[in-house]
Each structure stands twice: as structure tokens, then as C-alpha cells.
């Protein structure tokens, strides 16, 4: 029982130090300029242009002012044709599950080219 108990504290511990250093860069990187991209939106992008490369749009946006805790992924592929939302969503999640490990959230959108 104390050995649960003393994992469930450090996860919590870890998931408040997270959140703490987003609000620290959430506030000095507040005016960042949109043409820029963090390490970790270029990283994502990376990963979701070699697991979908005849992806039409990818866009990858740091949603928790830049500390890389929380992502939104809008991605249009014909790769998806065919599949329920929430089978594309779990490809995503399959090509992205390394990064998921470190995050506190992620946005998923999916959509296959319109002809």
C-alpha cells in the first residue's frame, strides 16, 4: 500500500512541476511570434510527416504557451479515408505514443482531402 501510495504522490508531484513550468512560459512567452515554432512542434511535425507522408495539411501548435505539456494536431490525409474519427485519432495517438508520455494533453483533428 505505501509503495502505491508513494507512486500516485510522485506522479502527482510531476504533474504539478509540469504544470508550474507552463505558467512560467506561458507568461515570458506570451507575445511569441506565430511564425516561429517550438522544439517540440517541430519535433511532432517530424514525426507526423514520416507516418503520413501524403498528409495534404499538418499543423502542430504548443497550446501550453510553450513548455510542450499540451499539443493540438490538425492533420488531413487520405490515409484516413475510410476510417471512423476515433481510428484516426488512435493512429495519431500510435505515431505520437513516445511524446504522449511527457504530455499533459493533446487535441487531435483528422480529416481526409476533400476531392
Known amino acids: 500500500m505505501m509503495l ?9 508531484v510531476a504533474s504539478a512541476l509540469r504544470l508550474l513550468r507552463c505558467n512560467e512560459v506561458a507568461v515570458s512567452s506570451q507575445y511569441r511570434s506565430l511564425s516561429t515554432q517550438t522544439d517540440g512542434e517541430v519535433r511532432i511535425a517530424k514525426i507526423l510527416k514520416e507516418k503520413f507522408p501524403l498528409a495534404s495539411s499538418l499543423k502542430v501548435v504548443d497550446i501550453s504557451g510553450g513548455c510542450g505539456a499540451m499539443y493540438e494536431i490538425h492533420i488531413e490525409s487520405t490515409e484516413f479515408e ?14 505520437l505514443k513516445d511524446e504522449i508520455q511527457g504530455m499533459h494533453g ?6 481526409v482531402p476533400k476531392h
Request: charged fraction near 20%.
Open 82 to 95: 475510410g476510417k471512423r474519427t476515433v481510428q484516426q485519432h488512435q493512429i495519431v495517438n500510435q505515431a
Open 106 to 111: 493533446l487535441r487531435i483533428f483528422t480529416d
Open 4 to 12: 502505491a501510495c508513494k507512486r500516485s504522490f510522485t506522479s502527482t
